[in-house]
């Protein structure tokens, strides 16, 4: 069984950092995708950023780049979110999720093609 732990949400001040966690137990996979949706109230969930974990090539949201950055450790089987310069406009639940992925060229973006989900950690930015 897999299970994915997520940790590192809160309360902070517009232009401040968070950084999020994301560890992964239970069954390994030869080779994923690791990434993190967030969903606000009334929306929709959307992809933020994701990484390819065999190549480390990253992917991210127009309106995070530049201000988020994804990277994982094999080792740990954990993957991280550093958010710097947040915004209120990034207030959300923040889900990690991985899907089993071989192509080494581009990573999943839509959440019907992940396969585990944490339970999600709420980021609010305050103004």
């Known amino acids: 069984q897999v299970q994915l732990v997520e940790s590192g949400g809160g309360l902070v001040q517009a232009g401040g950092s968070l950084r999020l966690s994301c560890a992964v137990s239970g069954r390994t996979f030869s080779t994923y995708a690791g990434a993190w949706f967030r969903q606000a109230p009334g929306k929709e969930r959307e992809l933020v950023a994701a990484?390819?974990?065999?190549?480390?090539?990253?992917y991210y949201a127009d309106s995070v780049k530049g201000r988020f950055t994804i990277s994982r450790d094999n080792a740990k089987n954990t993957v991280y979110l550093q958010m710097n310069s947040l915004k209120p406009e990034d207030t959300a639940v923040y889900h990690c999720?991985?899907?089993?992925?071989?192509?080494?060229?581009?990573?999943?973006?839509?959440?019907?093609?992940?396969?585990?989900w944490g339970q999600g950690t709420q980021v609010t930015v305050s103004s």
């Open positions: 990484i390819n974990w065999r190549t480390g090539n990253p």
């Open positions: 999720a991985f899907a089993i992925w071989y192509n080494p060229t581009n990573v999943p973006k839509d959440p019907p093609q992940y396969d585990y």
